[in-house]
C-alpha cells in the first residue's frame, strides 16, 4: 500500500528542546515537501527536496532545517523549538512527473 | 507573487443543497491547479485537479473547470452529504521552472452539512 508515514503524530515539548519529526514513503518519490498548517493562514511550505541531497528552503524556513540523504526519508528537525512553531506538520511527496502531491497524516507539535 | 484565494468559511449546508465553493489566482502563465480535501483529524488528500486552461477536473460528484478568462477554480457539487463535511483547499503548482511542484494553497474553506 502506498504510503505517507509521519513520528511521532503528537509531540508535546519545551523551547530549546531538539526534536527531529521523521516522515518516509514507499512510492519512490523524487519530491518530498514539508508543509505547516495554522489557523486562518492555511498550508505554507516550510522546505522541500528534489532529490536526494537536493534541497530548498520554502516560504516559512527559519527554524527549521532538513535533510535528504536516502530517497525515502526527509526529516524535519527543529534545533531550538518556540513557542511559535507550534503548529501541525505535514509531509507530502510528488513524482517528478506529475507534481501530484501526496500528503501524510501530519504531526501535531506543541512547544510550551 | 503567485497565490490563490478562495471564499471565506465557514460554510454550513442542509443535505442535498448545491455546494459552490469559489476560487481565483494570481499567477504569470498557466499553472496546474488542484482542489485538495482535509478530513476532521486526517491530512490532505486530492480531491481533483486541472493542468491546462478548460480542462474540468472532477471526482466524487464534485467538479471544477480551469477557466483562464477569469483565472477561476471554482469548485461545485450538486447535491452534498454529510460526509462532504470536510475542510478544502484549492491550490496551485508549476510542472516546469525553478518552483516546480510546489503548491502554492489558499487559506481553505470549512464545510459543514447538517442532516
Known amino acids: 500500500e502506498a504510503q505517507v508515514t509521519q513520528n511521532p503524530r503528537y509531540l508535546i515539548t519545551v523551547t530549546g528542546k531538539k526534536l527531529t519529526v521523521t516522515c518516509s514513503q514507499n512510492?519512490?518519490?523524487?519530491?518530498m515537501s514539508w508543509y505547516r498548517q495554522d489557523p486562518g493562514l492555511g498550508l505554507r511550505q516550510i522546505y522541500y527536496?528534489?532529490?536526494?541531497?537536493?534541497?530548498d528552503k520554502g516560504d516559512v524556513p527559519e527554524g527549521y532545517k532538513v535533510s535528504r540523504k536516502e530517497k525515502r526519508n526527509f526529516p524535519l528537525i527543529l534545533e531550538s523549538p518556540s513557542p511559535n512553531q507550534t503548529s501541525l506538520y505535514f509531509c507530502?511527496?510528488?513524482?517528478?512527473?506529475?507534481?501530484?502531491?501526496?500528503f501524510g497524516p501530519g504531526t501535531r507539535l506543541t512547544v510550551t | 507573487g503567485d497565490s490563490v484565494t478562495q471564499m471565506e468559511g465557514p460554510v454550513t449546508l442542509s443535505e442535498e443543497a448545491f455546494l459552490t465553493i469559489n476560487c481565483t489566482y494570481t499567477?504569470?502563465?498557466?499553472?496546474?491547479l488542484f482542489w485538495y480535501v482535509q478530513y476532521p483529524g486526517e491530512g490532505l488528500q486530492l480531491l481533483l485537479k486541472?493542468?491546462?486552461?478548460?480542462d474540468k477536473g472532477s471526482n466524487k460528484g464534485f467538479e471544477a473547470t480551469y477557466r483562464k478568462e477569469t483565472t477561476s477554480f471554482h469548485l461545485e457539487k450538486g447535491s452534498v452529504q454529510v460526509s462532504d463535511s470536510a475542510v478544502y483547499f484549492c491550490?496551485?503548482?508549476?510542472?516546469?521552472?525553478?518552483?516546480?511542484?510546489?503548491?502554492?494553497f489558499g487559506k481553505g474553506t470549512k464545510l459543514s452539512v447538517k442532516p
Open positions: 527536496s528534489m532529490n536526494v541531497e537536493v534541497t
Open positions: 499567477a504569470t502563465g498557466y499553472p496546474s
Open positions: 507530502a511527496t510528488a513524482t517528478g512527473v506529475s507534481y501530484e502531491q501526496y
Open positions: 486541472a493542468t491546462k486552461a478548460d
Open positions: 512510492m519512490n518519490h523524487e519530491y
Open positions: 491550490a496551485l503548482s508549476w510542472r516546469y521552472g525553478g518552483s516546480q511542484g510546489n503548491l502554492i
